[in-house]
T-cell receptor, first 113, second 117 residues
Framework: AAGVIQSPRHLIKEKRETATLKCYPI?????VYWYQQGPGQDPQFLIS???????DKGSIPDRFSAQQFSDYHSELNMSSLELGDSALYFC????????????FGPGTRLTVL | AQKITQTQPGMFVQEKEAVTLDCTYD???????LFWYKQPSSGEMIFLIY??????QNATEGRYSLNFQKARKSANLVISASQLGDSAMYFC??????????????FGTGTRLTIIP
């Protein structure tokens, strides 16, 4: 079965640089979520999109922005990177038609030097 | 207050034994969902099992079952006949409100399970 695809899987950036993370949800899933998991921590919700519109916002820094495109893929843009942004970034997707599941992608491990 | 509490930071269990991972939650919403995820050392987040607040029966998926005690606000994960591959971090998570296309999850701090041969 198709799963959530994230790219890149690993990313190394310098402080103050920008990064773009991509997410391709499971086909026919209409909602995309972004989570950030710091080292040794639980995942924290950043932002979500339903049918290409932002549906909820969590603890996402102003330096970050995201959008969902017409093909339902989503991108998380991160600017002025800080050391504290080093984390595992998950994208998850779900479908309003199948309410009891939320599947996560493999994650993008971002390291800021 | 913590919405999801996992009180066992780490557990060691002998192979083939059953194991129970504790999870308590706090919500005033009558409609909610509870999820368990497994995170191996490789980092991916693997969905294991789901329990809805209105579900009458406890959820089961293969060797995984969820001991749902609504009045006590607990949703413990039970793994039967543990295997070495079960060694991982386990997260309990909650969705508050009805599932209407906006289902952000709040996670607990996790339990690191180690299976001993």
């Amino acid at each position: 079965a198709a799963g959530v695809i994230q790219s890149p899987r690993h990313l190394i950036k310098e402080k103050r640089e920008t990064a773009t993370l991509k997410c391709y949800p499971i086909p026919r899933h209409d909602t995309v979520y972004w989570y950030q998991q710091g080292p040794g921590q639980d995942p924290q919700f950043l932002i979500s999109f339903y049918e290409k519109m932002q549906s909820d916002k969590g603890s996402i820094p102003d330096r970050f922005s995201a959008q969902q495109f017409s093909d339902y893929h989503s991108e998380l843009n991160m600017s002025s990177l800080e050391l504290g942004d080093s984390a595992l970034y998950f994208c998850a997707s779900s479908s309003i038609a199948v309410k009891n599941e939320q599947f996560f992608g493999p994650g993008t491990r971002l390291t800021v030097l | 207050a913590q919405k999801i509490t996992q009180t066992q930071p780490g557990m060691f269990v002998q192979e083939k034994e059953a194991v129970t991972l504790d999870c308590t939650y706090d919500t005033s919403d009558p409609s909610y969902g509870l999820f368990w995820y497994k995170q191996p050392s490789s980092g991916e987040m693997i969905f294991l099992i789901y329990q809805g607040s209105y579900d009458q029966q406890n959820a089961t998926e293969g060797r995984y079952s969820l001991n749902f005690q609504k009045a006590r606000k607990s949703a413990n994960l039970v793994i039967s006949a543990s295997q070495l591959g079960d060694s991982a971090m386990y997260f309990c998570a909650m969705r508050e409100g009805p599932a209407i296309g906006n289902e952000k999850l709040t996670f607990g701090t996790g339990t690191r399970l180690t299976i001993i041969p």
